[in-house]
C-alpha cells in the first residue's frame, strides 16, 4: 500500500490556476495600465468624451430595457397563459433572433430604415412626401435593433418563470374575488420580478458589450469608443481608461444579474407544482394575439433572414462565391474549433475543482473565470495585446493571441454548461470508482469525463458558435490572411455592400440555429 | 438534443484525443502562421480598403508572378501594430492613405530608406520623405461633395463655410478616427490656428450631428440620396461613384481657392518598405511597379486619384489639376502636427 | 496490495466465526483474533471548531456485521468516510487488516484500502451497463476470470437475465442489488453501506434488508452499515454502535442495547422508553408504579429515573384506579396506550391488539421488568424531548 501525506499541489489545480492567472493577468494589466495613465489624460477624457459616452450607452441600456421588458414579459404571458392555434409554433419561433448576431440585424435594419429604405418608401406612402422616419443610425435606431435582438432573454426566463409558478398562487387571488387581470398585476407580476430582473440584466450587459451593431449604426458607446481609441490612436492609455469604466459598468449589472437570479430560485421553490390553466381565445382574439407575436417574429426575424436570403441570390453575392469565400469559412471553422477546444481544455479543471473542493483558492479561479462576462470584445482584445507586447511578443500577430482573446471572452459561455454536468453528477460515483481500486487519474479517465461528455460537448459547441460571430477582437488581433466571416460581414456591410455581406451573414445565421437550439433546450426541459 | 446524442455513439476517448490532437496540431501550426507564410509572398498590411489597392495587386501578381498576402485594417492600428511586432513582423511593406501616418512610422525606424533611381525620377520630392523611406503613389484633395439638386455651387467657398449654422443637419463628415480628417484637421490648424480651427470642427459637429460615418463612399451615397446636402471626402469617392451612377445628382466642389485661400487639403497615398522585411528585391519590385506609368494609371483609372507621376493623366472626368491651388503645408509635418490635431479633436468631441 | 486475493466464497481456511442470529449476543464474551477493522480514538473535524465525531473508538472482527446508529447529523456518514478514506482524521488513527490507513500523518488513498461501499443513492455508473458495473474495480484480473466473476456476482445477487441493462432500466432494489455486486465484486477487506435501504419502499426495504443479510453471512464479509433506523439495526447487526453528537454512547449487541441501554439516548433512541422518577431509599428505587433494585447503588435520597419499555407495563382496568388512559394507537400487531399517573407523568404500555379499553378507562399498572435499567436523574438531558409521548 502506498501511503501519502496531503497532497498540496495536484496537477489538476495547477491547471486551473494556470487557466485563472491567464484570464486574469491580461485584465490586470489593463487595469494597471489605466490607473497608471497620466491625470492629464484622465481629466481630458472626463471632460471630453466620457459624460457623452457614459449617457450614452446607460440612456441606450435603459431604453433596451424598457423594450426588452414589455416584448419579453407579453410574449411569455400570451405563450403560457393562453391557448390559439399555433401557440407551440410562437413558442419557438420567439427565440430565433438570438440566431442573428447584432451586426447582422443592425445592417439588414440600415437598410430597410434607411434614407431612401422600404420603410421609409412605405411611411411616405402614408404620412405624404418628404415625410421621415428615425435614421437607423440614432440612438433609436440602435434601441430597436438591440431590443429586437435580445428580448428573447425576457421572453426565456419570465417564460420558464410562469411555467414553474405555482398557480396555486393566483387561484388563491381569484378565489379571494380579485379580477383576471388585477391578480396578474397584483400576484403575477411581483412574483416573476426577479427572472424579469435577471432577464432585463442579461439584456442590459449584453447591450453594454455590443459592438457590431453600435459600430455598424455608428452609435457612440463605451465599447465601441474603446474599439475607435485603440484603431485611431497611437498609444492605448485612453483606450485602457474607457475599458476600465466598461469593465465596473458591466460588473455592476452582472452582480445585478447574480442577485436577481438566486432570488428567483428562493422565489420558485415551494408548493406542488402543477401547469396553469390556459385561457382559449376565439378567432378575435387569435388573430391579434397572432398579429402581434407575427410582427415580432418577422421584424426581429423573419424579414432579416427572408431578406439575406435574397440578398444571397442576387448575381453580385453569387460571385463572391468563390474559393476566398471558402476560405473564410475555412479560417472562421478552424479558428473558432480552436478556440472551443481550448476553452473546454482550460474550463473543465476550473470548473471541477470549484465544484467537487469549493475552497477559497478554487471558488476564486472560477470566479476569475467569469471575468471574461465583464470583458467586452474590444477590452479582451485590449487586454491580451497590451499583455503579449509585455511578456511574449512573438506570439503577437498570430493566431495564438486572437485564441486566447477567444478563451477569455468565451470561457464564461463554456462553463455555463459545463458546470451544470459537473453539479448533475453525484461526487458518490466518483468516490465509488475510488473504493473500487482506480486512482484519481484512472477515475477522471473512466467516469468523470464519460459523465460530462455531453455537457463538454455543449460546452464546445457554444464556444464555437460564439467565436465564429464574434467581431470586434477578430477585427484587432486577426493574422495577415486570417479574415473571417463575420469580418467580411462587417467589411462589406459598413460600406453598405449590402448583397456582398449577406452570403457570409446568411451561413452565420443558419450555423447559429442548432446552437440556438442545444442551449434553449436546456432552459426548455428545466421549465 | 438530437447532437448530441448521435455523437454518444464515439468513445469518450476517440473524442478526447481528437480534441487534443486538433488543439495541439493548430497551435503548433499556426503559432508561426507569420513566418510560414512570409517564406513565399509578401505581405503587406495596407490602411487603404481592400476594394481600391486589391485590385492593382493583383494585376502586379499577375506581371510578376510574385504573391501578395493583404491584411487591410485602418492605418494608424497597422502602425501601431508594426511597432509592436519590431522584427518579428510577418509585414513587408506598408500602404497608408496619409502621408502623416507613413511619416510617423519613419520616425518610429520602422521604414528602409530606398535608393531607387526609379522612385526618384517618377515621384516629385514633395511627395516623398526626405530619405524615401516613404513614397507617395497617388494624390486625393479633400473636397466637399454636394447635392447638385440642394445647393449652388457659390454657396461654399471654403471648408470653413460647412461650420456656418444655415447647414445644421444638412453636412456629413467622416468620423474622427479616420487619417485624413485628421490631416485635414491638422492642416486648417497650421493655416488658421488652432482657435479657428476648433470654431470650425464645432461647427461641423453641430452641423452634421448623427451624420458621422466611418467610410467616405457612405458620405457620398448620402448625398446622392439627398440625405444631406453636403459632405467631406477624398475626391475619388465622388468620382468612383459617379463612374457607376453617372446619373446621380453629385458634383464636387474644390474648396478654399479664394483670393489668399488656404489652398485644397492634399494628402497622398503611400508605401515604404518594412525595415526588417526579408522579401527586399520583391518589395522594391513592387513599388517600382507602383510608380511605374503602367502601375500609376492604375490609381487614375481604377482610383480615380491623381497620379503623382507627370507623365501620367488623371481621369479625364477630374477637375483639372493644374486648374486649382493646393495648401502648401509640407506633407511631412502631418507627423508632428497630429498629435496636437488629436487633443484638439477629442476636446472638441469630435466622433 | 499485500493481502492475497481469495475468494470468501469459498476459501475455507478463513478464521471467521460464522455467528448464527441467536450467538451474537454471547459473541462479545468470547475475545477476538486481531480485528479486521480498528478505529483507535478517531476524531474528524470539517472545521476545527467543530469536531464531527469525537474519539470514536471500536473495531470489527472477520466475518461481523456493525451497524452504526444515530440520527442524522450524528456523524455515522463520517465515520463510514473516515473509513473509507475520504476524510482525513484529525486525531487517532483506523487500522484495515492490522494496517494503519488512516492518521493525522498517513493518509492511504481509498483505492489502495480495498473497501467496498454501497452508497445511499447505489451511484451506478449510468453510462455503463450493468455488468460493466460490476466489471469496473476488475481492471486487474485477466478478461476471462473477470466474466466468471461478474457472472459469480450476478448469480449471487439474482441479476441474472439483467447484465446489459443500464442502470436507469432497473428498479430500487435492483439497482441495489448491482451495487453491492460491484462492491463485493472486488473483494473488499470491509464493506461498508451507507443507508442501504433508505431508498426503498417500506416493503422492498424490508425484503432487501434480508436478502442483503444472507448474502453478507454466506460470503464472510465484513460489514459496516450506518442506518438511523434501529429495526434496521437490530435485523442486520451483529452489534451496533450508537452515536449522538459526534460521540460514541455505546457499542453492543442488538439485545444488550435494548435492555441494558447505557444512557438514556440510547434507551430512547432504540425504542419507545419510558423515564419514571424515584428515589433511591434502602437499595430500591421508589416510584409511583412500584419499586426496583437500585443497580446504581446509590445513596440514601438520590433522585434517579427508571427506564421502563411499553412491553414490560401491563394494563389490568379497575374501577377506582386513579391512573387514566389517554390515547390508544392501533398498531395492527399491538396496542400502544398512552396512560397518565396520577402525578401526571406519562407512561406508555403495549398490549395485545385485541385488548382494546376506551379512552379514560381507569386503570392498574403491572409492571414485569425482567432487569432495571436506572440513571441518575440529571443524565436525563436535552435529547430526550421524548417526541411521541403524546
Known amino acids: 500500500m502506498t501511503t501519502f501525506r496531503h497532497q498540496l499541489v495536484s496537477p489538476l489545480q495547477l491547471a486551473a490556476l494556470a487557466g485563472a492567472g491567464m484570464i486574469l493577468l491580461p485584465l490586470g494589466y489593463v487595469t494597471a495600465q489605466a490607473l497608471s495613465a497620466d491625470p492629464a489624460v484622465w481629466s481630458r477624457l472626463w471632460t471630453t468624451r466620457i459624460p457623452e459616452l457614459l449617457f450614452n450607452t446607460v440612456s441606450l441600456a435603459a431604453s433596451v430595457a424598457v423594450i426588452t421588458l414589455a416584448l419579453g414579459v407579453s410574449t411569455a404571458w400570451l405563450i403560457t397563459r393562453v391557448e390559439f392555434p399555433g401557440r407551440r409554433l410562437w413558442e419557438g419561433s420567439l427565440v430565433l433572433p438570438l440566431a442573428m448576431p447584432t451586426y447582422v440585424l443592425a445592417y439588414v435594419y440600415s437598410y430597410l430604415l434607411g434614407f431612401g429604405g422600404p420603410v421609409e418608401y412605405l411611411w411616405q406612402l402614408v404620412a405624404g412626401p418628404q415625410s421621415r422616419i428615425f435614421s437607423p443610425h440614432s440612438y433609436w435606431g440602435a434601441t430597436l435593433v438591440m431590443a429586437l435582438d435580445t428580448f428573447p432573454f425576457v421572453y426565456l426566463l419570465s417564460r420558464s418563470a410562469l411555467l414553474s409558478m405555482n398557480v396555486s398562487f393566483e387561484e388563491v387571488a381569484r378565489v379571494s374575488g380579485v379580477s383576471r387581470s388585477s391578480t396578474f398585476w397584483r400576484v403575477t407580476l411581483p412574483l416573476m420580478r426577479p427572472s424579469i430582473a435577471a432577464g432585463v440584466a442579461l439584456v442590459i450587459l449584453y447591450v453594454v458589450s455590443d459592438f457590431g451593431a453600435v459600430s455598424m449604426l455608428r452609435y457612440q458607446t463605451l465599447t465601441y469608443a474603446v474599439f475607435q481609441q485603440m484603431t485611431g490612436r497611437s498609444d492605448n492609455t485612453a483606450a485602457s481608461i474607457l475599458s476600465l469604466l466598461l469593465v465596473v459598468l458591466a460588473l455592476i449589472f452582472l452582480i445585478t444579474e447574480r442577485w436577481f437570479r438566486q432570488r428567483s430560485r428562493f422565489y420558485q421553490t415551494g408548493g406542488r407544482y402543477r401547469s396553469p390553466e390556459r385561457r382559449r381565445y376565439g378567432w378575435f382574439g387569435t388573430s391579434i394575439v397572432t398579429g402581434y407575436l407575427g410582427l415580432i417574429v418577422s421584424a426581429a426575424f423573419a424579414l432579416p433572414a427572408l431578406l439575406l436570403i435574397q440578398w444571397s441570390v442576387s448575381p453580385e453575392a453569387q460571385a463572391t462565391l468563390d474559393s476566398r469565400f471558402f476560405g473564410f469559412f475555412w479560417n472562421s471553422g478552424t479558428l473558432a474549433a480552436c478556440a472551443a477546444t481550448g476553452g473546454v481544455l482550460i474550463g473543465l479543471p476550473i470548473a471541477y475543482l470549484a465544484n467537487r473542493r469549493p475552497t477559497l483558492l478554487n471558488l476564486g479561479c472560477l470566479q476569475a473565470a467569469y471575468a471574461g462576462y465583464v470583458l467586452p470584445g474590444p477590452v479582451a482584445a485590449l487586454a491580451v495585446l497590451v499583455l503579449f507586447t509585455k511578456l511574449a511578443p512573438v506570439f503577437y500577430g498570430s493566431v495564438v493571441i486572437l485564441i486566447v482573446a477567444y478563451v477569455i471572452h468565451f470561457l464564461p459561455a463554456g462553463l455555463q454548461s459545463l458546470e451544470p454536468a459537473l453539479q448533475h453528477m453525484s461526487p458518490n460515483l466518483e468516490e465509488a470508482a475510488r473504493t473500487l481500486g482506480l486512482g484519481m487519474r484512472d477515475t477522471w479517465r473512466r467516469v468523470t469525463l464519460p459523465l460530462v461528455r455531453n455537457g463538454f460537448i455543449l460546452a464546445w459547441v457554444l464556444m464555437f458558435l460564439q467565436t465564429m460571430k464574434e467581431l470586434p477582437a477578430t477585427l484587432l488581433l486577426r493574422p495577415v490572411g486570417f479574415d473571417t466571416l463575420a469580418i467580411r460581414v462587417w467589411m462589406e456591410a459598413s460600406e453598405e455592400y449590402y448583397q456582398l455581406a449577406a452570403p457570409s451573414a446568411l451561413l452565420i445565421v443558419l450555423l447559429s440555429l442548432p446552437a440556438l437550439a442545444l442551449l434553449v433546450s436546456k432552459d426548455w426541459r428545466a421549465a | ?351 | ?390
Open chain 3, 1 to 390: 496490495m499485500q493481502r492475497k486475493d481469495h475468494d470468501p466464497v469459498t476459501s475455507e481456511h478463513s478464521t471467521a466465526r460464522t455467528p448464527s442470529q441467536g450467538s451474537a449476543f454471547q459473541g462479545n464474551l468470547f475475545t477476538p483474533a486481531s480485528p479486521i477493522l480498528e478505529l483507535r480514538h478517531v476524531s474528524c473535524a470539517y472545521d476545527a471548531g467543530r469536531p464531527a465525531i469525537q474519539e470514536i473508538s471500536f473495531a470489527a472482527r472477520e466475518g461481523e456485521i456493525l451497524c452504526l446508529l444515530g440520527p442524522s447529523g450524528c456523524g455515522k456518514t463520517t465515520v463510514l468516510r473516515a473509513i473509507a478514506g475520504f476524510e482525513p482524521v484529525r486525531s487517532g488513527q483506523i487500522f484495515l487488516s492490522g494496517q494503519l490507513v488512516s492518521s493525522p500523518d498517513v493518509m492511504t488513498p481509498t483505492e489502495n484500502r480495498r473497501v467496498g461501499m454501497v452508497f445511499q443513492e447505489y451511484a451506478l455508473f449510468p453510462h455503463l451497463r450493468v455488468q460493466d458495473n460490476i466489471a469496473f474495480g476488475l481492471h486487474n484480473l485477466p478478461r476471462s476470470e473477470r466474466f466468471e466473476r461478474v457472472q459469480e456476482m450476478l448469480r449471487l445477487t439474482g441479476l441474472k437475465g439483467f447484465e446489459r441493462r443500464y442502470p436507469h432500466e432497473l428498479s430500487g432494489g435492483q439497482q441495489q442489488r448491482v451495487a453491492l455486486a460491484r462492491a463485493l465484486a472486488q473483494n473488499p477487506v470491509v464493506l461498508l453501506l451507507d443507508e442501504p435501504f433508505s431508498n426503498l419502499d417500506p416493503d422492498m426495504a424490508g425484503r432487501m434488508r434480508q436478502e442483503v443479510h444472507d448474502l453478507l453471512r454466506r460470503t464472510k464479509t465484513t460489514t459496516v452499515l450506518v442506518t438511523h433506523d434501529h429495526d434496521e439495526a437490530f435485523a442486520v447487526a451483529d452489534r451496533v454502535a450508537v452515536l449522538n453528537q459526534g460521540r460514541l454512547e455505546q457499542f453492543d449487541t442488538p439485545e444488550m442495547m435494548y435492555h441494558m441501554p447505557a444512557t438514556p439516548f440510547v434507551a430512547d433512541f432504540v425504542g419507545q422508553a419510558d423515564f419514571i422518577p424515584g428515589t433511591v431509599s434502602r437499595g430500591m428505587v421508589h416510584t409511583e408504579i412500584g419499586e426496583f433494585p437500585d443497580t446504581l447503588q446509590c445513596f440514601d435520597g438520590a433522585a434517579v429515573v427508571v427506564m421502563i419499555r411499553p412491553d414490560d407495563i401491563h394494563l389490568v382496568p379497575t374501577e377506582g384506579a386513579r391512573s387514566r388512559v389517554l390515547t390508544r394507537q392501533f398498531r395492527g400487531s399491538e396496542n400502544l396506550y398512552t396512560i397518565q399517573l396520577p402525578s401526571g407523568q406519562i407512561v406508555h404500555s403495549s398490549e395485545s391488539s385485541t385488548s382494546v379499553y376506551k379512552e379514560g378507562t381507569a386503570v392498574e399498572l403491572r409492571v414485569s421488568a425482567t432487569h432495571t435499567v436506572v440513571f441518575l436523574n440529571d443524565q436525563l438531558t436535552t435529547p430526550l424531548s421524548s417526541p411521541d409521548g403524546i
Open chain 2, 1 to 351: 438534443m438530437p447532437f448530441v446524442r448521435s455523437l454518444s455513439g464515439l468513445s469518450h476517448r476517440t473524442i478526447l484525443s481528437g480534441f487534443l490532437l486538433l488543439f495541439a496540431a493548430g497551435l503548433g501550426f499556426w503559432s508561426f502562421v507569420p513566418s510560414a507564410l512570409a517564406a513565399d509572398p509578401l505581405t503587406i498590411y495596407s490602411g487603404r480598403s481592400e476594394r481600391l489597392i486589391k485590385p492593382v495587386l493583383d494585376s502586379f501578381t499577375a506581371n510578376t508572378g510574385i504573391s501578395v498576402e493583404l491584411l487591410s485594417s485602418g492605418t494608424t492600428e497597422l502602425v501601431n501594430r508594426l511597432k509592436a511586432e519590431g522584427d518579428r513582423t510577418p509585414a513587408d511593406l506598408l500602404i497608408t492613405n496619409d502621408a502623416g501616418s507613413l511619416e510617423l512610422a519613419r520616425m518610429a525606424g520602422l521604414l528602409y530608406p530606398l535608393n531607387m533611381q526609379e522612385v526618384e525620377q517618377a515621384i516629385p520630392t514633395q511627395f516623398r520623405a526626405s530619405d524615401n523611406a516613404w513614397i507617395g503613389l497617388s494624390g486625393r484633395f479633400w473636397v466637399v461633395v454636394y447635392n447638385r439638386t440642394m445647393v449652388q455651387p457659390n454657396q461654399v467657398k471654403s471648408l470653413l463655410d460647412l461650420a456656418d449654422p444655415k447647414w445644421k443637419n444638412k453636412i456629413a463628415i467622416p468620423n474622427s478616427g479616420s487619417e485624413y480628417l485628421q490631416a485635414g484637421v491638422s492642416i486648417i490648424r497650421a493655416t488658421h490656428g488652432d482657435e479657428k480651427t476648433r470654431q470650425f470642427l464645432q461647427g461641423i459637429k453641430i452641423n452634421a450631428d448623427s451624420q458621422v460615418y466611418q467610410k467616405s463612399s457612405q458620405i457620398v451615397d448620402a448625398v446622392a440620396k439627398g440625405q444631406v446636402a453636403l459632405g467631406i471626402v477624398n475626391h475619388y469617392y465622388v468620382y468612383r461613384h459617379l463612374a457607376v451612377q453617372p446619373d446621380a445628382p453629385i458634383a464636387v466642389l474644390i474648396p478654399d481657392q479664394q483670393e489668399g485661400g488656404m489652398g485644397a487639403i492634399m494628402n497622398v497615398a503611400g508605401i515604404g518598405v518594412v525595415k526588417s522585411s526579408k522579401h527586399l528585391d520583391s518589395a522594391k519590385q513592387l513599388v517600382e511597379f507602383l510608380v511605374a506609368q503602367a502601375g500609376q494609371k492604375l490609381f487614375a483609372d481604377l482610383d480615380k486619384e491623381y497620379p503623382l507621376r507627370q507623365d501620367v493623366k488623371a481621369d479625364p472626368a477630374l477637375v483639372e489639376r493644374n486648374s486649382f491651388r493646393a495648401a502648401t503645408i509640407p506633407l511631412s509635418k502631418l507627423a508632428e502636427l497630429r498629435e496636437p490635431t488629436l487633443v484638439l479633436i477629442e476636446q472638441v468631441g469630435l466622433r
